[in-house]
């Protein structure tokens, strides 16, 4: 040290970090020139703590030593001796040194830590995108599916319920699995009818697939809905309702679930029973008091649902929008397909006049439609009630061409030639009724009149024509009336007639033909009736004068 005091001087111009050396010489490291050996860290000074954290840091780092280098100063020109100047390393740069390893460890171990981080993040994207994918094209499957019914039957109804049966076809899709069984919630006109649940269906790829509903309870949450779908069920050709819920489909060990099934299914309605055949319309089991009427209608559902059973409807047979009296058909069903509907009830109606002209329509045999109108009370089920008010049947009615004079005898005949167009006929006859109403209906005839070809061998030998002429015994199987007619000759001015009449002189018996129509005014059941127009096709014996 050049044999120099080191006095707490400034060493080389630098202050010893303001730590006094306590009056003792420093010492100077040696350097040392070998490759592997490094200089040993003066540490008297140092505290454990300190020594603890070099050591570790030293190890951490790699380092086999530390190596403090000196600098030497060569003096210029003149004859100075190289000083050294000791440099003397301070815990307080170990300490920084600790420091910036410590910050470059724990970056590395931030940056480790998030790159896995960003790893699992990257795999949880790419599993949520794989599951979320898969999702998507369940629910898009289950959006592009149809459903299709091609049967619908309610059964069992109930004031709120009533078990469901039905067979669907689903549209080809593209997976085979199971779409499990599910609550779905049924909506008409975007509100809420009630809810069932689907069974399990099984489905194949690429295939249409069957599924069958077998007795499901549907439960009905709004009884208004319900009675607008049934009655638009019921009298319109097409209606439609929604299903919607929440399905699961199984792949094999995979589900999908909570996917969407939103559908509108369009369904053929019955189209108000439009295609009605009357088949029998019976009158013949009427009473003293009542005239019964039994129908029987055949009536076609075209549509793919059933009401089994309907049970008892209640209709009001109309007549040209007249109330004629009411029916009742016991334990029907609308089922598919052609349905018979018998009903039964008495005729009551509210305008004679009208009464009269249908009862004449159906005995002169002319087509006649009437209408089984569904009364304000349509059905012994309340379920059915109101969706069955107002239904309307309306069918033809052929009539049964009725002769109500079956046959006539002339037990007089008195014939006044006018001129060569008529001639005036004044008979005694007795005439035979035929009751359409049965035996145990009386019919009290009270006047008759008819306008009629007088037939002889094929030879019509006049227009005959009968005024209203009043009937005294018309309660009587056989009456008997005294008729007046004119005679009117064909264009053959009474030739035919005056063959006619010879023949009438020298035989016993001649047959004469009335072929035209008939009035006529009768009491029955319901009261006095007019009948007009029917068919008057009879036979009439005459006896000859020579009978006389």
Same mark, same amino acid.
């Given at each position: ?67 403090? !280098? #000196? *600098? /030497? &100063? @060569? +003096? $210029?020109? %003149?004859? =100075? !001796? #190289? *000083? /050294? &100047? @000791? +440099? $003397?390393? %301070?815990? =307080? ?456």
């Amino acid at each position: 040290d050049n044999g120099e005091e080191d006095n707490g001087e400034e060493d080389n111009g630098e202050e010893d970090n303001g730590e006094e050396d306590n009056g003792e010489e420093s010492e100077k490291p040696t350097l040392d020139t070998s490759p592997k050996k490094s200089k040993k860290v003066k540490t008297d000074t140092v505290s454990p703590y300190v020594t603890e954290l070099i050591s570790e840091e030293v190890t951490e780092s790699g380092l086999e030593s530390v190596i403090i !280098s #000196e *600098s /030497e &100063s @060569e +003096s $210029e020109s %003149e004859s =100075e !001796s #190289e *000083s /050294e &100047s @000791e +440099s $003397e390393l %301070e815990p =307080e740069d170990f300490l920084q040194d600790s420091t910036k390893l410590k910050q470059q460890k724990r970056k590395r171990l931030k940056s480790i830590i998030l790159i896995s981080a960003g790893v699992l993040v990257l795999l949880l994207f790419i599993f949520c995108s794989i599951v979320l994918c898969a999702r998507l094209i369940g629910q898009s499957t289950i959006n592009s599916t149809e459903l299709t019914f091609s049967q619908i039957n309610l059964t069992e109804p109930k004031t709120n319920s009533f078990l469901l049966s039905a067979k669907g076809l689903v549209s080809p899709i593209k997976f085979t699995g199971i779409l499990e069984p599910c609550l779905l919630t049924v909506y008409y006109n975007d509100s809420k009818m009630g809810f069932f649940y689907l069974p399990e269906i099984d489905v194949i790829a690429n295939e249409p697939t069957n599924f069958l509903v077998l007795e499901q309870q549907f439960n009905i949450t709004n009884i208004t809905t319900f009675n607008g779908f049934a009655s638009n069920a019921i009298n319109f050709a097409n209606i439609s309702w929604a299903m919607i819920g929440k399905v699961t489909i199984s792949l094999g060990n995979i589900e999908f679930t909570n996917l969407i099934l939103d559908k509108t299914i369009p369904i053929a309605g019955l189209d108000g029973l439009k295609n009605i055949t009357l088949i029998v319309f019976d009158l013949t089991e009427s009473t003293f008091t009542q005239i019964k009427v039994i129908m029987t209608v055949s009536a076609f559902n075209p549509s793919v649902m059933t009401f089994d059973p309907v049970g008892t409807l209640f209709f009001k047979l109309e007549y040209r929008n007249s109330f004629m009296g009411n029916l009742q058909a016991d334990n029907a069903s609308l089922l598919l397909g052609t349905n018979y509907l018998k009903m039964q009830g008495i005729m009551d109606p509210e305008d004679l006049i009208i009464a009269s002209e249908l009862m004449s329509r159906y005995l002169a045999g002319l087509p006649t439609i009437i209408s089984a109108v569904a009364a304000e009370n349509a059905s012994s089920i309340e379920l059915y009630n109101e969706a069955l008010q107002g239904l309307t049947l309306s069918t033809v009615l052929n009539g049964n061409k009725t002769n109500l004079i079956s046959q006539m005898n002339m037990t007089s005949l008195s014939l006044t030639p006018v001129d060569d167009n008529y001639a005036i006929i004044s008979t005694q006859v007795d005439v035979l009724i035929f009751n359409p109403l049965g035996p145990n209906s009386p019919i009290d005839v009270k006047t008759i009149a008819f306008d009629a070809d007088l037939i002889w061998q094929n030879r019509i030998l006049g227009q005959m024509n009968v005024k209203q002429t009043p009937i005294e015994n018309g309660s009587q199987p056989i009456i008997t009336a005294s008729l007046n007619a004119e005679l009117y000759f064909t264009q053959d001015k009474g030739e035919n007639f005056a063959k006619f009449v010879s023949a009438f002189i020298t035989n016993e018996f001649e047959m004469l033909e009335l072929n035209g129509t008939l009035n006529t005014s009768a009491v029955i059941a319901i009261g006095e009736v007019y009948l007009q127009l029917l068919p008057l096709e009879v036979n009439v014996i005459v006896r000859g004068i020579i009978k006389y």
